[in-house]
């Protein structure tokens, strides 16, 4: 599944429009716009556009807390009952690419960044 994601990732991060490593530090208006459009041409459907904001940057903030990527997945696809696993990985990944690129990094290193090897 780790594969999967990181495959997301990467397609969604080069074919989505939102930058892949946006600078944290820099309010970007138009980042909410960019996220909805990447979920729109990924082929994934959008109800409510508030509430796939929303969802994206808790997934972002599942994984800063050190939540595992097949975790986060599963919290999505659960708040999102449309989302099989394989959407629900690919919103997590343009997710990532918007809202926390640092963590397309993580999972494509084989997700030994900052954190711990599983016990």
């Not at 986060?72 to 959407?87: C, E, M, R, S």
């Not at 926390?100 to 494509?108: D, G, V």
């Amino acid at each position: 599944m780790r594969r999967l994601l990181v495959s997301l990732g990467i397609a969604a991060a080069l074919g989505s429009g939102v930058p892949a490593h946006a600078d944290p530090g820099t309010a970007d208006p138009n980042l909410d716009a960019r996220f909805l459009d990447a979920l729109t041409k990924a082929g994934l459907t959008v109800i409510s556009r508030p509430g796939a904001v929303k969802d994206g940057k808790t997934a972002c903030g599942m994984m800063a807390q050190g939540q595992p990527e097949l975790d986060v997945i599963a919290h999505v696809a659960k708040q999102n009952p449309g989302l099989d696993t394989t959407k629900a990985a690919k919103f997590t990944a343009i997710a990532a690419s918007a809202y926390c690129p640092q963590y397309l990094q993580l999972a494509s290193d084989g997700g030994n960044g900052n954190r711990p090897p599983p016990g």
